[in-house]
Nanobody
Framework: QVQVVESGGGLVQPGGSLRLSCAAS????????MAWYRQAPGKQRDLVAS?????????AESVKGRFTIAATPAKNTTVLTLQMNSLKAEDTAVYYC?????????WGQGTQVTVSS
């Protein structure tokens, strides 16, 4: 089992920045990829960015050049961050972190990001 917990959401003005964090614990040895997804009200959950153990990253077109994903191993945990710059109103959503381990996906509970003046 892998446990995933997000933090760092909040309210930010358009053009501002926010940094999300996600801590994965448990059987982290088996994690081969982690990702951030987001879900706006009434919409499906979409991929924002992902990173593999090999360091390969992938971004949604809408966030390229504005968001940066990074995974940092630490003792008994792996920390996944999402640095979000130049935020727009359309970035408002609940952001979810997940970890893939042995072909299973483990989700966090989500953290709300609201971009509004």
């Amino acid at each position: 089992q892998v446990q995933v917990v997000e933090s760092g959401g909040g309210l930010v003005q358009p053009g501002g920045s926010l940094r999300l964090s996600c801590a994965a614990s448990g059987f982290i040895f088996y994690i081969d990829a982690m990702a951030w997804y987001r879900q706006a009200p009434g919409k499906q959950r979409d991929l924002v960015a992902s990173v593999t153990n090999d360091g390969e990253t992938n971004y949604a077109e809408s966030v390229k050049g504005r968001f940066t994903i990074a995974a940092t191993p630490a003792k008994n945990t792996t920390v996944l961050t999402l640095q979000m710059n130049s935020l727009k109103a359309e970035d408002t959503a609940v952001y979810y972190c997940n970890a893939r381990a042995q072909s299973r996906i483990f989700w966090g509970q989500g953290t709300q990001v609201t971009v509004s003046s």
